[in-house]
């Protein structure tokens, strides 16, 4: 799984002209799932996501995480994460999980973070033509791979 965090002081995401979900201060997740992926990804993934200490604290430093500030998550699928491009200028997404098993991952990660989020959890539609909208907060963006979680955290 692959996901690009962005710490945002507000964000939307609309389908077909209609916002179906949107936060004030927190993160945006963009989530690729790949084939290879399992539930011990997701885990891995929703517990880094949701305990990455990006908020500033009193002191300024970046110390504190979204369950610290209460801040709300905007999780929106995007299987072009998953793109290669390392040959030729089209990308190639064969690493992408299929669709059925992408929303599966996709929802279980939802359901994750609902549990410790409450009612600070909003999502975009699952296969939909979205847009997102979003104030980056900082700029802060951090790009999370589950490949790195067997590699000692540095």
Same mark, same amino acid.
């Given at each position: 799984?692959?996901? =690009?965090? /962005?710490?945002?002081?507000? %964000? +939307? &995401?609309?389908? !077909? ?6 936060i ?51 999780? =929106?699928? /995007?299987?072009?994460?998953? %793109? +290669? &491009?390392?040959? !030729? ?30 009612n ?24 999370f ?10």
């Open positions: 799984m692959k996901a =690009v965090v /962005q710490r945002v002081s507000q %964000a +939307n &995401v609309s389908v !077909g002209g209609q916002i179906v979900g949107s004030g201060h927190g993160l945006v997740v963009l989530l690729g799932v790949a084939e290879k992926d399992t539930i011990v990804e997701a885990d891995w993934l929703v517990k880094k996501i949701l305990d990455c200490r990006i908020f500033s604290d009193e002191a300024q430093k970046m110390n504190l995480s979204v369950l610290d500030i209460h801040g709300g998550v905007l999780v =929106v699928s /995007q299987f072009t994460l998953l %793109a +290669n &491009v390392r040959k !030729g200028n089209r990308p190639s997404f064969v690493e992408a999980a299929t669709p059925e098993k992408a929303q599966e991952l996709y929802n279980y990660c939802l359901n994750k973070m609902k549990d410790e989020l409450y600070n959890l909003q999502s975009g539609v699952f296969g939909a033509m979205m847009e997102v909208s979003l104030t980056n907060d900082g700029p802060v963006t951090i790009v791979d589950t490949d790195i979680k067997n590699k000692k955290d540095e």
